[in-house]
């Protein structure tokens, strides 16, 4: 079995990922590997990666709108799609996290002082376990941009960050899920620092009517791939 560094060396010039250091986006110079990558013992490719018992997930995990008394505030929207190996098949029974900011762009974390309302009525974290076809799906309402302090004026597109584990330990990816057509994507260096433009592409998600449920909530497909030649690119 293959790494994703050998398959990067593989595809020579490709840009899949995006580099440990991308001075564009400021933050990654202070998280940037200073040393030298530690080989790994051989055989870790191999471990499977943790697994989340059932037992342990709420049943409104999977709906952010539904956590607090309230109905937050906000777009009701549907993200639902499979998480997939390399090869296409669906990955089942693995925990896939979510966070997000609200439909103001705020998040509700205390770090976080952008001067937009908080909801009392949402949180934006949610989970759920994969289906046997590698399904999952989330009940949530549209984040909002919000700015930050990147560079003078800098906003980031409407994006939910994404956490899963695939099969193995390598297969493990944070990631960021991007809405089609948004406007600061060229202004965006997160979005940016993923220099391949079909690799980008891999991080957005599409609309689908099919998800929808009408009269109440749009719908948005997003498949996340773990391994293989067009994995979903990796959150730096
Ligand atoms: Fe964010």
């Not at 440990?20 to 940037?32: C, G, I, K, N, V």
């Not at 695939?166 to 940016?192: A, C, H, K």
């Not at 891999?202 to 009517?209: A, E, K, N």
């Not at 099919?210 to 497909?221: C, S």
Request: glycine share 10%; net charge negative.
């Amino acid at each position: 079995m293959t790494t994703r560094v050998e398959e990067l060396e593989e595809v020579e010039g490709a840009s899949l990922d995006p580099p440990y250091d991308y001075p564009a986006y400021r933050s990654t110079a202070l998280r940037a590997p200073k040393r030298p990558f530690l080989v790994l013992p051989a055989g870790l490719e191999a471990r499977s990666a943790p697994v989340f018992g059932e037992e342990r997930l709420g049943q409104l995990d999977a709906d952010l709108t539904r956590q607090h008394p309230g109905a937050p505030l906000g777009e009701r929207i549907v993200v639902a799609g499979r998480l997939l190996d390399g090869e296409g098949r669906p990955i089942a029974g693995k925990l896939v996290e979510v966070w997000q900011a609200n439909a103001a762009g705020r998040y509700a974390h205390s770090v976080d002082d952008h001067p937009a309302p908080l909801d009392p009525n949402f949180t934006g974290y949610g989970r759920c376990l994969t289906g046997p076809g590698g399904e999952y799906r989330f009940l949530t309402v549209k984040p909002g941009s919000y700015p930050w302090a990147n560079h003078p004026n800098a906003w980031r597109p409407a994006h939910i960050h994404f956490s899963v584990f695939g099969r193995s330990f390598p297969e493990r990816l944070v990631t960021q899920m991007y809405f089609p057509g948004d406007p600061l994507f060229p202004y965006d260096p997160i979005f940016n620092s993923v220099g391949d433009p079909s690799a980008r592409a891999r991080m957005v998600s599409h609309f689908d009517l099919e998800l929808t449920e009408p009269g109440f909530a749009l719908g948005y497909r997003y498949d996340i791939v773990v391994g293989g030649r067009r994995p979903t690119p990796v959150d730096r």
